[in-house]
């Protein structure tokens, strides 16, 4: 939008292509089974919803069986419905109306039921923008035609930007990242799980860094037991998510058979987010190349660090691809896990299912 403002010869049609593009593509991310997973955990999260009957009807059976209910299910499909239905609303407002006033209904009704549920790690600002945003470009300006961008130049750059790279990114998405692709909390995205065995994690000290790992600092403030639990959240959240339940099958591979105590875990946003300042979810930032590039001050010896590295799902795929990773000799392993195999996993297994 910003390129929108100093290049568009009406800069309010070009920042309504982007929004519209925003939008579409957010829905198109939603487009895997992964997504009902994400509904239930995000609104049994919510600190305001406090029904256990309600929290628990999320789940097909809680606690044994954590799999998205058949209302989970439901509640995530109509989150995917408003992101095309707004959209696709909207783009054919061309003055004051009925259909101006249900695709506002539209954008009103998802970010509204995003915000309300005080998801972990969403951007309110990101909703609080749309929303602005849908108010002054489509219901302040709704005479404004997409068609009035006016610079050749500028009609090129959306092209790319709202069209062929979301699109390449969603077929591609271990080239293109997944903020460039548009595929916002649709619990399909690159992750990692790193796991210091013993005490190696020390050895990042040897690095300048934006600041140690989050248990660590969690230990300055919180009782030992409590920053321990407090830090095992990140892992369970991982492990409710079905990219996550990756995790149990692939964790002997990494920890050689090893006892899981010798290992402290940390998730590579919080690595990245120590070593780089910086993470946004983005999990490219934590694979090999982090890995080369701490290794080259680190020196850490063989088995004391390893990395699961896990690959989204590409849009017309039904798998992820996953690495095993030493810091010392790079790439131990490397294969596909079927999503329809990890669904049938609970995110307590840890081992061979």
């Known amino acids: 939008m910003v390129v929108c403002f100093l290049l568009a010869g009406n800069w309010i049609a070009a920042a309504k292509w982007v929004q519209l593009a925003i939008w579409f593509w957010a829905g198109v991310s939603k487009l895997t089974i992964a997504f009902s997973y994400v509904v239930p955990i995000m609104t049994a999260n919510n600190p305001l919803l406090k029904n256990p009957w309600l929290r628990r009807r999320l789940f097909v059976a ?21 992101e095309f239905a707004a959209p ?46 849908a108010f002054f470009l489509f219901w302040a300006h709704p005479e404004v035609s997409l068609f009035e961008v006016g610079s050749v130049p500028l009609t090129i750059y959306l092209l790319i930007g709202c069209l062929v790279l979301p699109l390449l990114g969603n077929l591609f998405p271990s080239k293109i990242s997944f903020l460039v692709s548009m595929r916002y909390y649709a619990g399909n995205w690159a992750w990692n799980a790193w796991f210091f065995r013993k005490e190696s994690y020390l050895k990042l000290d ?78 490219h930032l934590a694979d090999e190349r982090l890995i080369e590039n701490i290794q080259t001050q680190c020196e850490f010896e063989e088995g004391e660090v390893r990395v699961i590295c896990v690959e989204a799902q590409p849009i017309l795929g039904s798998s992820l691809h996953w690495r095993v990773v030493d810091a010392k000799r790079g790439v131990l392993e490397e294969g596909y896990a079927e999503l329809s195999d990890l669904a049938r996993r609970k995110p307590w297994d840890y081992g061979e299912v």
Do not use: C
């Open 206 to 283: 040897r690095l300048k860094r934006a600041g140690r790992l989050l248990f660590e600092q969690q230990r300055r403030f919180l009782p030992a037991e409590q920053a321990a639990k407090t830090d095992g959240v990140f892992l369970a959240f991982r492990t409710l998510h079905l990219q996550g339940r990756i995790l149990g099958l692939l964790l002997p591979k990494a920890t050689d058979g090893n006892p899981f105590q010798e290992y402290t875990y940390a998730d590579g946003e919080t690595v990245a987010g120590s070593v780089l300042g910086w993470n946004f979810g983005e999990g």
């Open 62 to 82: 809680y606690p044994e069986d954590l799999r998205p209910s058949r209302l989970g299910k439901t509640m995530a499909h109509a989150g995917t419905f408003l």
């Open 88 to 133: 696709l609303t909207l783009l054919f407002v061309t003055g004051d109306g009925a259909l101006l006033y249900l695709g506002m209904a539209f954008v009103v009704m998802l970010h509204g039921f995003i915000l309300s549920n005080l998801p972990i790690a969403a951007v309110f600002e990101w909703n609080v923008l749309s929303l602005y945003a």
